[in-house]
């Protein structure tokens, strides 16, 4: 081991242990021989006790010696490395640390978070090292720079030996509100970490082991989890990994959720249900005001108080409370609204409050096509005798439908207005290409389209106007129709798992929601074989004969109900279950949802805008004001706000530019989004520091917390002026000790 000194030039302090020395020897006394014969019996005696006088003025003087000779080697702070170097400069440590900044780490206990708790560690890492010593950070969550925005893991700093800038720049620092991915930050570690290098490397990872963040590898085999290799690299390259974790248990009450109760668009006149979805991460069991408003605005019964049981022992999450909240929107109120949820702030307040975006249709518009409309005989009702009156219900009801003849509708030059097409057993869907094409592009745009049979149906037609085997609007290819009355079938409607049946298989309304009897329907060929359909009803005979078949048409829906929607072959019509399978299927073959408007946290919001797009201002949640411009690079005209790294309600105001130059401009169009806390950052369990080291066995160990780290990077360097200090001390005390007795001595 050779001796390395982290200031080299102090050595010449050293030579102070010649102080006591040279003392020493001025202070020996000079003097003239003289015999004097009344001192000569006295010379005997003293030449006896001489000796040991000099021992003890030598070791008085070597006590001395040495205390000044080990603090001024303190001073020079000496350390030994296998490098072979000799009293020059020490060697660097260049210290890489992972900073945790993700959701959890803004728990607070008292007045401080154990974000506040870790960035303290990293100064007292940084406090530990050398002047010159170099440090590189990386962020587990991108957010420090207001305009690059990323939530990934990112390099803040660099290899920088200013310490001042690197403390300036963990007090810019703050949590995230997202989740923190360890395996990617040690990678960026990895990969900044070179193979050799003069300096000693030290990875630091500060974090609060939220068990989320590791659980990802806790059931990997050792070859695939990426933390492993890492480790097993970064030990390669020579680095040592040093755990710091931070943080307490903090009992926590989240929102994890907030969406309609049903899965369907919120359309004027109907009601619409929300719920919050409420979990309790403590031991305890907790009740919970619930309070909800609308655009910031109380409405109606705002408040709602909630039972969250607590969590269970195991790794699954605790059980959820709901909390509804119900409410009926007005045709004044069609547009973007925003709903939000919030409980009474606790350890952790990113996830108290959560918001909604949605948007309030104004009524659904049904087309339905009817070849019965106007016909000439009597005793033939119209196919939508039943149709209408069970999907409007009234003047301001959701629906509002319009019956148009067969003929009629062929003579349409577009679509436009109306939100789904129903034919009603007609005879020909799309008797020429033009009206094919209308209708493909209407569905493409997102329209729905629902079909059903009945005795005007040709099969042949049908396949040979609307169907292409993966590519045409029909959903499989007609057979032929079955009609016996002594065939009794029925709707298997407890067996479906659809989202049409949702509501009906419900076991509570099941005494009402009982299929008909029904004694016809249509067989199709070839369902097996097709890749984009999917059967979502089926009756009851032990064929399971598909009743409901559905198809993905560009952003548009088709779904094919293989009877009729009048009594000709069977008893649905005046049914219990006929209004309410209805309004089901038109509200999800029309429902766009409202994904695009609900985000996590640094997912960018994307808004496609028309060609007499002027400019769009959108106010952060965060206060700031964002105005981003027009992209077309990749595709149709769309604006996009990448800067969501904080948790809140944005609002999007769109101007519009007039059609001609004498024109007035449209009114400004409103939109709104949000972003949202992700539910698993909510669960702030720990991985306790212990079960770390035994995954990563001789891959990384702990230093307890901030300021072991720090001494265990300092002592793996071998610096010793610590007990060098020690020793100058207890050779003071010795001195002090020894002047005592032989003081008392020579008294006597």
């Given at each position: 081991m050779i001796p390395q000194f982290v200031h080299p030039l102090l050595l010449w302090g050293a030579a102070a242990a010649a102080v006591p020395v040279v003392i020493h020897l001025l202070h020996r006394r000079r003097f003239h021989r003289q015999r004097w014969a009344a001192m000569e019996w006295l010379l005997q005696a003293a030449k006896q006790n001489q000796k040991r006088l000099q021992m003890e003025n030598l070791l008085l003087l070597l006590v001395r010696t040495l205390a000044v000779l080990f603090l001024a080697l303190a001073i020079t702070r000496p350390t030994f490395s296998d490098a072979p170097m000799l009293l020059g400069p020490a060697r660097a440590t260049h210290l890489y640390v992972v900073l945790d900044n993700s959701g959890s780490m803004a728990a607070r206990s008292g007045t401080r978070t154990?974000?506040?708790?870790?960035?303290?560690?990293?100064?007292?890492?940084?406090?530990?090292?050398?002047?010159?010593?170099?440090?590189?950070?990386?962020?587990?969550?991108?957010?420090?720079?207001?305009?690059?925005?990323?939530?990934?893991p990112q390099v803040i700093l660099r290899d920088t030996t200013d310490h001042a800038t690197v403390r300036r720049r963990l007090g810019e620092l703050k949590p995230a509100p997202?989740?923190?991915?360890?395996?990617?930050?040690?990678?960026?570690?990895?990969?900044?970490?070179?193979?050799?290098?003069?300096?000693?490397?030290?990875?630091?990872?500060?974090?609060?082991?939220?068990?989320?963040?590791?659980?990802?590898?806790?059931?990997?085999?050792?070859?695939?989890?990426?933390?492993?290799?890492?480790?097993l690299r970064l030990r390669d390259k020579g680095a040592e990994v040093v755990l710091v974790p931070v943080g307490r248990d903090i009992a926590n009450v989240a929102i994890t959720a907030l969406r309609p109760a049903e899965e369907r668009d919120v359309v004027q006149g109907s009601t619409a249900i929300f719920q919050a979805e409420v979990r309790n991460y403590s031991d305890r069991p907790q009740k919970v005001e619930v309070r909800f408003t609308v655009d910031g605005e109380e409405r109606g019964e705002t408040s709602q108080w909630v039972n969250v049981p607590a969590?269970?022992?195991?790794?699954?999450?605790?059980?959820?409370?709901?909390?509804?909240?119900?409410?009926?929107?007005?045709?004044?109120?069609?547009?973007?609204?925003?709903?939000?949820?919030?409980?009474r702030a606790d350890g952790l307040t990113f996830d108290d409050a959560r918001a909604f975006a949605f948007a309030v249709r104004p009524r659904i518009q049904v087309l339905a096509v009817d070849p019965d409309l106007r016909s000439s005989d009597p005793n033939r009702a119209p196919e939508t005798y039943w149709l209408k009156p069970a999907l409007s219900t009234g003047d301001d009801g959701p629906f509002q439908v319009t019956q148009m003849p067969e003929s009629e509708y062929h003579g349409l030059r577009t679509l436009n207005g109306w939100d789904i097409v129903v034919f009603a057993n007609v005879?020909?869907?799309?008797?020429?290409?033009?009206?094919?094409?209308?209708?493909?592009?209407?569905?493409?745009a997102g329209g729905a389209l629902f079909l059903t049979v009945g005795d005007h149906v040709v099969p042949q037609r049908w396949n040979e106007e609307i169907y292409r085997r993966e590519g045409g609007l029909l959903p499989a290819a007609l057979g032929s129709p079955k009609v016996d009355p002594q065939a009794v079938l029925r709707l298997d409607l407890k067996a479906s798992k659809h989202a049409i049946?949702?509501?009906?298989?419900?076991?509570e309304f099941a005494v009402f929601f009982e299929s008909p009897v029904l004694f016809g329907r249509m067989t199709l060929e070839g369902l097996e074989a097709e890749k984009d359909t999917r059967v979502a009803l089926a009756y009851d005979d032990l064929a399971r004969s598909p009743a409901l078949v559905e198809k993905r048409f560009g952003r548009g829906r088709v779904l094919l109900y293989t009877s009729t929607v009048d009594d000709g072959w069977g008893r649905l019509p005046g049914s219990y279950v006929f209004p309410a399978l209805l309004h089901e299927t038109a509200y999800w073959l029309t429902s766009r949802g409202d994904a695009d408007r609900n985000l996590a946290a640094f997912q960018p919001w994307t808004r496609a805008v028309p060609p007499e797009f002027a400019s769009i201002d959108v106010a952060c949640a965060d206060?700031?004001?964002?105005?981003?411009?027009?992209?077309?690079?990749?595709?149709?005209?769309?604006?996009?706000?990448?800067?969501?790294?904080?948790?809140?309600i944005y609002r999007a105001v769109m101007q519009l530019k007039a059609q001609d130059l004498l024109g007035r401009a449209p009114p400004a169009v409103k939109d709104a989004f949000t972003v949202n806390f992700s539910p698993l950052e909510s669960d702030l369990r720990r991985i306790d520091p212990a079960e770390v080291l035994a995954r990563y066995k001789d891959l990384i160990r702990t230093g307890g917390d901030a300021a072991a780290a720090a001494d265990a990077v300092k002592a793996k360097a071998g610096e010793i002026a610590v007990p060098l200090l020690f020793a100058a001390l207890l050779c003071l005390?010795?001195?002090?000790?020894?002047?005592?007795?032989i003081g008392r001595r020579r008294a006597k």
């Amino acid at each position: 081991m050779i001796p390395q000194f982290v200031h080299p030039l102090l050595l010449w302090g050293a030579a102070a242990a010649a102080v006591p020395v040279v003392i020493h020897l001025l202070h020996r006394r000079r003097f003239h021989r003289q015999r004097w014969a009344a001192m000569e019996w006295l010379l005997q005696a003293a030449k006896q006790n001489q000796k040991r006088l000099q021992m003890e003025n030598l070791l008085l003087l070597l006590v001395r010696t040495l205390a000044v000779l080990f603090l001024a080697l303190a001073i020079t702070r000496p350390t030994f490395s296998d490098a072979p170097m000799l009293l020059g400069p020490a060697r660097a440590t260049h210290l890489y640390v992972v900073l945790d900044n993700s959701g959890s780490m803004a728990a607070r206990s008292g007045t401080r978070t154990t974000f506040d708790d870790a960035l303290s560690g990293v100064s007292t890492l940084v406090a530990a090292l050398g002047e010159n010593d170099p440090v590189s950070v990386v962020l587990t969550n991108a957010n420090w720079d207001q305009q690059r925005q990323t939530g990934r893991p990112q390099v803040i700093l660099r290899d920088t030996t200013d310490h001042a800038t690197v403390r300036r720049r963990l007090g810019e620092l703050k949590p995230a509100p997202a989740r923190a991915d360890l395996a990617d930050a040690l990678k960026l570690i990895e990969e900044s970490v070179p193979a050799t290098a003069p300096e000693l490397r030290r990875v630091a990872i500060v974090s609060d082991l939220q068990e989320i963040s590791l659980s990802g590898q806790r059931d990997r085999n050792s070859t695939d989890d990426p933390i492993r290799q890492s480790l097993l690299r970064l030990r390669d390259k020579g680095a040592e990994v040093v755990l710091v974790p931070v943080g307490r248990d903090i009992a926590n009450v989240a929102i994890t959720a907030l969406r309609p109760a049903e899965e369907r668009d919120v359309v004027q006149g109907s009601t619409a249900i929300f719920q919050a979805e409420v979990r309790n991460y403590s031991d305890r069991p907790q009740k919970v005001e619930v309070r909800f408003t609308v655009d910031g605005e109380e409405r109606g019964e705002t408040s709602q108080w909630v039972n969250v049981p607590a969590r269970t022992a195991g790794p699954d999450a605790p059980p959820a409370a709901t909390a509804q909240y119900y409410t009926t929107f007005r045709p004044e109120d069609v547009g973007v609204h925003v709903i939000e949820a919030r409980i009474r702030a606790d350890g952790l307040t990113f996830d108290d409050a959560r918001a909604f975006a949605f948007a309030v249709r104004p009524r659904i518009q049904v087309l339905a096509v009817d070849p019965d409309l106007r016909s000439s005989d009597p005793n033939r009702a119209p196919e939508t005798y039943w149709l209408k009156p069970a999907l409007s219900t009234g003047d301001d009801g959701p629906f509002q439908v319009t019956q148009m003849p067969e003929s009629e509708y062929h003579g349409l030059r577009t679509l436009n207005g109306w939100d789904i097409v129903v034919f009603a057993n007609v005879e020909r869907p799309a008797p020429d290409e033009a009206s094919r094409t209308r209708l493909e592009e209407f569905v493409k745009a997102g329209g729905a389209l629902f079909l059903t049979v009945g005795d005007h149906v040709v099969p042949q037609r049908w396949n040979e106007e609307i169907y292409r085997r993966e590519g045409g609007l029909l959903p499989a290819a007609l057979g032929s129709p079955k009609v016996d009355p002594q065939a009794v079938l029925r709707l298997d409607l407890k067996a479906s798992k659809h989202a049409i049946l949702q509501n009906i298989a419900d076991p509570e309304f099941a005494v009402f929601f009982e299929s008909p009897v029904l004694f016809g329907r249509m067989t199709l060929e070839g369902l097996e074989a097709e890749k984009d359909t999917r059967v979502a009803l089926a009756y009851d005979d032990l064929a399971r004969s598909p009743a409901l078949v559905e198809k993905r048409f560009g952003r548009g829906r088709v779904l094919l109900y293989t009877s009729t929607v009048d009594d000709g072959w069977g008893r649905l019509p005046g049914s219990y279950v006929f209004p309410a399978l209805l309004h089901e299927t038109a509200y999800w073959l029309t429902s766009r949802g409202d994904a695009d408007r609900n985000l996590a946290a640094f997912q960018p919001w994307t808004r496609a805008v028309p060609p007499e797009f002027a400019s769009i201002d959108v106010a952060c949640a965060d206060g700031t004001t964002e105005k981003p411009e027009k992209d077309t690079a990749s595709g149709p005209g769309s604006v996009v706000v990448s800067k969501t790294g904080t948790i809140g309600i944005y609002r999007a105001v769109m101007q519009l530019k007039a059609q001609d130059l004498l024109g007035r401009a449209p009114p400004a169009v409103k939109d709104a989004f949000t972003v949202n806390f992700s539910p698993l950052e909510s669960d702030l369990r720990r991985i306790d520091p212990a079960e770390v080291l035994a995954r990563y066995k001789d891959l990384i160990r702990t230093g307890g917390d901030a300021a072991a780290a720090a001494d265990a990077v300092k002592a793996k360097a071998g610096e010793i002026a610590v007990p060098l200090l020690f020793a100058a001390l207890l050779c003071l005390v010795i001195e002090v000790l020894l002047v005592q007795r032989i003081g008392r001595r020579r008294a006597k």
